[in-house]
């Protein structure tokens, strides 16, 4: 006959994903996260009311402790990168500050799917727990992944049509002609009251300044020395200046009241990489659009000189006015100043030679021109 056996139930008595006592009466730490996209004054609105709602929504529960809101405004979703609130929420979350974070939406906590999901499975391997209220999906619910990736595709598709179409609406202004100028990051220009491009006369001085620089023999690094020496703050209002910006300034058609539209675009809307546009897409070139602060025959001597000291393959100088113009009839090399009798204060006077006369297998025998 055979042997009947008693099975016993043993219930868990630990938490498989805190690791903490199931009859325990601890609370859970919780966070909030919030984030709008813009920096508009109905975003702000939504942004403050986001963390007053989560604030009083986590401090009603009796079995929640209030950790703290983070956020992120006027910053997009389609990538962690740049959202420093969420950022710092996930490392405190992995150093074992909080047990728990709510947010409105999945679309809230990101509209990438991999960042979304990578991000969550992270969190959940340190027994960490996200809950989106909109959707009512908790990420320890058997279902939660798969929910959270389809609703995160969705919330990806609808950052795409947006992209698309705020994409579209900016050729079309383009191809009609309407300039728009980045005056916040553009020397020289304002707004005016009607959205108009006016020249801006305190910042055009400098302007006139660079290209007046320039053409009398200093280099963009030169240029960028003095002005910082004058104490003059570059287009975003800091205290330095970089060659690459004076060479952009240099080359910036608007500055001779043109406009050269779509120069850059966006490679993918995930990642918002600006691409130089090298013949991709259509370019829009308008002519007079606005009032010039360079004289158009300026702005174009400014542009050859700029191809000259290219072609030089960087080694132009702009100690003084005659460097890297004169070239030697004999080898061809540049002609540069030197200092006679540098020791010597009364016949010290400066000379212009052949950089090759005592240099190199053969020396260049051309004579030196001084300087009276």
Same mark, same amino acid.
């Given at each position: 006959m055979e042997q009947q056996r008693k099975v016993v139930t043993i219930p868990p008595t630990v938490s498989r994903f805190t690791a903490s006592p199931i009859a325990a009466q601890k609370k859970r730490r919780v966070a909030a996260y919030a984030r709008v996209s813009t920096d508009s004054d109905e975003q702000f609105t939504s942004y403050e009311a986001q963390i007053d709602y989560y604030t009083q929504y986590i401090k009603a529960r009796d079995d929640w402790k209030f950790v703290k809101v983070y956020t992120d405004e006027g910053i997009t979703g389609t990538?962690?990168?740049?959202?420093?609130?969420?950022?710092?929420?996930?490392?405190?979350?992995?150093?074992?500050?909080?047990?728990?974070?709510?947010?409105?939406? =999945?679309?809230?906590?990101?509209?990438?799917?991999?960042?979304?999901l990578t991000t969550i499975r992270q969190l959940k391997e340190k027994g960490i727990e996200c809950y989106f209220e909109k959707e009512n999906i908790w990420t320890f619910d058997g279902k939660g992944e798969l929910l959270i990736t389809i609703?995160?595709?969705?919330?990806?598709?609808?950052?795409?049509?947006?992209? %698309?179409?705020?994409?579209?609406?900016?050729?079309?202004?383009?191809?009609?002609?309407?300039?728009?100028? #980045?005056?916040?990051?553009?020397?020289?220009?304002?707004?005016?009251?009607?959205?108009?491009?006016?020249?801006?006369?305190?910042?055009?001085?400098?302007?006139?300044?660079?290209?007046?620089?320039?053409?009398?023999?200093?280099?963009?690094?030169?240029?960028?020395?003095?002005?910082?020496?004058?104490?003059? #703050?570059? #287009?975003?209002?800091? %205290? =330095?200046?970089?060659?690459?910006?004076?060479?952009?300034?240099?080359?910036?058609?608007?500055?001779?009241?043109?406009a050269l539209m779509q120069k850059f675009y966006t490679e993918d809307f995930l990642t918002k990489r600006q691409i130089p546009n090298k013949g991709v897409l259509p370019q829009y070139y308008v002519e007079g659009n606005h009032e010039a602060i360079i004289p158009p025959k300026t702005f174009e001597l400014v542009q050859l000189e700029l191809e000259r000291r290219k072609a030089k393959g960087g080694r132009y100088s702009g100690v003084d006015i005659f460097a890297s113009r004169i070239v030697c009839g004999e080898c061809g090399a540049y002609y540069g100043s030197k200092i006679w009798h540098s020791n010597q204060a009364k016949y010290r006077r400066i000379i212009y030679r052949c950089n090759q006369k005592y240099g190199g297998d053969k020396p260049c025998s051309t004579p030196h021109v001084t300087e009276e």
């Amino acid at each position: 006959m055979e042997q009947q056996r008693k099975v016993v139930t043993i219930p868990p008595t630990v938490s498989r994903f805190t690791a903490s006592p199931i009859a325990a009466q601890k609370k859970r730490r919780v966070a909030a996260y919030a984030r709008v996209s813009t920096d508009s004054d109905e975003q702000f609105t939504s942004y403050e009311a986001q963390i007053d709602y989560y604030t009083q929504y986590i401090k009603a529960r009796d079995d929640w402790k209030f950790v703290k809101v983070y956020t992120d405004e006027g910053i997009t979703g389609t990538s962690t990168k740049h959202r420093e609130g969420f950022k710092a929420m996930v490392a405190d979350a992995l150093a074992g500050k909080i047990d728990l974070i709510v947010t409105k939406s =999945v679309s809230r906590f990101a509209r990438n799917t991999v960042d979304s999901l990578t991000t969550i499975r992270q969190l959940k391997e340190k027994g960490i727990e996200c809950y989106f209220e909109k959707e009512n999906i908790w990420t320890f619910d058997g279902k939660g992944e798969l929910l959270i990736t389809i609703m995160s595709s969705l919330a990806q598709e609808e950052s795409r049509s947006i992209s %698309e179409n705020v994409t579209w609406g900016q050729r079309k202004r383009m191809a009609d002609g309407k300039v728009a100028i #980045p005056f916040k990051h553009t020397l020289g220009f304002k707004r005016g009251p009607k959205g108009e491009i006016l020249v801006d006369e305190e910042q055009a001085k400098t302007v006139r300044d660079i290209y007046d620089w320039f053409l009398e023999g200093l280099t963009p690094h030169a240029i960028a020395a003095r002005l910082m020496e004058n104490g003059v #703050p570059s #287009p975003r209002g800091k %205290e =330095v200046w970089h060659q690459g910006t004076v060479r952009s300034i240099l080359s910036n058609e608007k500055y001779k009241g043109d406009a050269l539209m779509q120069k850059f675009y966006t490679e993918d809307f995930l990642t918002k990489r600006q691409i130089p546009n090298k013949g991709v897409l259509p370019q829009y070139y308008v002519e007079g659009n606005h009032e010039a602060i360079i004289p158009p025959k300026t702005f174009e001597l400014v542009q050859l000189e700029l191809e000259r000291r290219k072609a030089k393959g960087g080694r132009y100088s702009g100690v003084d006015i005659f460097a890297s113009r004169i070239v030697c009839g004999e080898c061809g090399a540049y002609y540069g100043s030197k200092i006679w009798h540098s020791n010597q204060a009364k016949y010290r006077r400066i000379i212009y030679r052949c950089n090759q006369k005592y240099g190199g297998d053969k020396p260049c025998s051309t004579p030196h021109v001084t300087e009276e």
